[in-house]
Each structure stands twice: as C-alpha cells, then as structure tokens.
C-alpha cells in the first residue's frame, strides 16, 4: 500500500538538507505576510495570463487579479477547527471572489478537503510560464521557519507529490491538474528569483519598523508618531479581517454542505454579509494606514474606467445593505459618460467606505442621493441625503467626531468609527479624486476624464 501523501510530508522534504534558522510564530506569520506582498505586488503582477496555484489551508493569494489569472487548488478543513487552532494568523484577509446567486456560492478555484495530517501550516506554490515560486512555512510550533523554493528540482518534487495526493484523493481534479501543467507548455525556470525575493523581502520586513532619525529626533517626533500608529492600524486590519474572512469561509462550507430550513440559511447569509461589510471597512483603513505611513511609496498606476458602469454595479449591493438599516439609495446616472483615470478595484472599496460614512447614523426612511455629471474635463459624482423627517436634500455632518491619530475619526453619536477627512482626501487623491464637502452641496468628488492624451 502506497503511503499517504500529505502536505505536511511536501514540507518535510523541502525542509530536509537546509542549514536554516528558527523563529516563534508571530514573527513567523509577519514574514509570510511580508512574503505574499512582495510575491504579489513585485513579481507576480508582471507576469503574463495563465498559469495555476495550489495553496492549503485558504487561499494565499489576496490580490484579485493574481486569482483572475489563473486556475486554484485548494485544500481546506471541513468544518470549523479554526477557532481551536494556533494557525489561524496565518489565514488570507482577502480570500477568492465569492458570487452569490440564489445563495450558492460559486469559487474560481477548485475546494478540496484538507486530512487532519496534512497540518494547518500554510503552503503556495505558483507555476507560470514565466515565473514559478514555492512558499511555506515549516516546523513546529515557535520553532517555524519560512521556505521559498524556485530552482526545477524542488518545484518538480514538489508537483510530482501534488499530483501523487491529487491522485489518492480525486482522480478527476489529478487530471485537471495535469492538464493544467501541459497547458503551459515549456517553462523558463526563474533560477534567479531567490537573490531578488530575499533582499526585497528584508525591506518589506524592516519597513515595518517606524522611522526613527536621531538627527531630526526633535522636529520629527509628531510624524514619527503618526507613522507609527499607521502601522499600527495596518496590523490591527490585518488581525480583524483574518478571522472575519475565516467565518466567511466556514459560512460557505456549511450552506454548500448541510441542508436547513430557510430560516437559518438566511440568518447565515446574513451573517456572512456583515463579516463582507466589516472586511470592506477594514480594508480601507488598511489602504488609508498604508498611505499614510508610505510617504515615499509609489503613486497608484491609474487606468481608464467607466465610472458609471461601476456605480450602475455597486447599486443593487449599496442598495441591498442600506435597505437592512431603513435606508433607500436614489441613483442619477446619465448614460455613456467618459471614461476616468483611476485605479478600479481600490475605487471601488473607496466608494463603498463613503456611502457607510454618509449613511452612519441616519434615520430609518432616509434616502441617500448619487449623482454623477460632467464637469469640464471631469465627471463629478455627488452624494446628498434626504433625511426622512425633512424630506429636503441635505449633507449628514459625518464629521461631529474628533480624529483619533492621522487616520481615523470618532464619533461618539453613531458610535462610528470612520476615515477622517484628511485621510479621505488623501486616498481619493491617489486614485485621481479631489473631495470637497459642504453642507448645501453634499460630499463632492472630482475625477479627471481619460482623454487621449492619457492613452
């Protein structure tokens, strides 16, 4: 009888013969963190279409588009371990795109489930035509250490055994696996990938660190202070949407494998949205904190869109959302309008975080108004109220709070906890935005219209 093959048993191999150092499990989890930006954001993001990953115990990959390109395996536990597990932090904040059509939900990767043996410790590999790269994190507990692999005999070992356990455990998706490989024909081994991963991997890890400068310790004490609860923050988001993406998951699993009465399908799902809602707020705080703390970070590379096909989109979810609280959503969209210079998949989060900042705290029968013009040689997107027991346009004041730090803004009467203005204006204006606001025009965001000379 052959032995079973096991992705704890991938890992032991790949481990064995390496001179390598140990650390405990949070700094552990910060570089596979640190890893998957710099694999994603620096490599992964040049490569071509196609390809395929394999990833245990959720999906690593937390950029859309990384997921978009290419097919997925992925081998995840039935039922709900995670709440007993010290793994946890080690779990996606942003796993694949969900689709819910008549409550089923519908991944662009294949599910498979993950044995007990197989371990909890997180596991990546990625196969392109032109870039290939294996991570994981190995040992035992508080005595973990990260392994990137990209040399042909690893990456061989390492598929041949996957095609070994694909085969134990689903003959069809061992097929499909197979034939994923031979669709990529030949592949030019990146030998060199591990002297670029380490050294940019040691800048992500060391920029982390708040800025600290002995010289100018006086005069920059405020903005060292500032940087330093950006990243705070940005530690902080990461730790609450692990385990909100982790209940999302688990909600998945449950609707698509047990039966139950409507009652408590609904109230899943509804559960299900909240998590989605706070994982969405969360992430615009994470963007906002990563802004703020990044001075000398690349501007955003932005693209043409429609900005009306979007709003048309986003409506029927800002509508179903608002609508739990009482709320109506009035849009006013003209039809064929320019196209606009801004980057689609963070404006999108950004206008989902101001429709909750100008909804909080309004009263039940309220209606919020969106409104999208041309300007000039901008579109001009406003959005107004009309509160429920004036029945007149107005502005809510959304800034009755005082700021918390340079990112966020509380306030004690809605008990929100929201953007400030300052980092608002600043993350619109990443993506091509300028924000006004006042009280007899509403909340006001300008976009530069895309005209041939942007091409």
């Not at 800034?399 to 929201?418: A, F, H, K, R, Y």
């Amino acid at each position: 009888m052959k032995s079973l093959i096991t992705i704890k048993k991938i890992q032991d191999l790949l481990l064995q013969g390496l001179n390598t150092s140990y650390v405990d499990d949070e700094t552990s989890r910060r570089m596979w963190w640190a890893s998957l930006e710099v694999i994603q954001k620096e490599f992964l993001s040049h490569t071509q279409e196609g390809g395929f990953w394999v990833a245990s115990p959720l999906p690593a990959l937390t950029d859309k588009k990384c997921l978009a390109k290419m097919q997925g395996w992925l081998w995840s536990p039935e039922g709900f371990p995670y709440f007993q597990m010290d793994n946890a932090g080690f779990l996606p904040v942003d796993h694949s795109i969900k689709i819910k059509e008549d409550s089923n939900f519908v991944r662009n990767y294949k599910v498979l489930n993950l044995n007990t043996k197989d371990g909890y410790e997180p596991f990546l590999i990625i196969i392109t035509t032109n870039f290939q790269c294996l991570l994981t994190i190995a040992g035992e507990k508080d005595e973990r250490t990260l392994l990137m692999r990209c040399d042909e005999s690893s990456l061989k070992t390492a598929i041949e055994l996957i095609d070994a356990k694909l085969n134990q455990e689903n003959f069809e998706e061992a097929i499909n696996f197979r034939n994923a490989i031979k669709n990529l024909g030949d592949l030019n081994i990146n030998n060199e990938f591990d002297k670029s991963f380490w050294p940019s991997l040691s800048i992500k890890l060391a920029n982390l660190i708040p800025k600290l400068s002995v010289q100018n310790a006086v005069k920059n004490d405020d903005k060292n202070d500032q940087l330093t609860e950006a990243k705070l923050l940005q530690a902080i988001s990461h730790e609450v949407r692990t385990p909100l993406a982790t209940i999302r998951t688990l909600i998945s699993s449950t609707l698509r494998k047990y039966n139950m009465d409507e009652s408590m399908r609904n109230r899943l799902i509804q559960i299900d949205n909240e998590c989605n809602e706070q994982i969405d707020r969360f992430g615009l705080i994470f963007n906002a904190a990563e802004l703020v703390s990044n001075d000398n970070s690349p501007p955003n590379q932005l693209a043409r869109i429609n900005l009306g096909e979007i709003l048309y989109k986003l409506s029927p979810v800002w509508s179903k959302q608002l609508k739990r609280r009482g709320i109506s959503i009035e849009t006013d969209i003209p039809k064929q309008l320019p196209e606009i210079l801004s980057d689609s998949e963070k404006l999108e989060l950004m206008l989902r975080g101001l429709i909750d900042k100008n909804t909080r705290g309004l009263r039940e029968g309220s209606t919020l108004i969106l409104e999208l013009r041309p300007a000039g040689q901008k579109l001009k997107l406003q959005l107004k109220v009309k509160k429920f027991d004036t029945g007149k346009n107005e502005i809510f004041n959304t800034e009755n709070g005082s700021d918390i730090g340079p990112v966020l803004n509380w306030n004690p009467q809605t008990g929100s906890l929201q953007l400030s203005q300052v980092a608002t204006q600043k993350l619109l204006a990443s993506l091509g935005g300028h924000v006004t606001q006042r009280r007899d025009t509403g909340l006001t965001v300008f976009f530069p219209i895309a005209d041939i000379d942007h091409i």
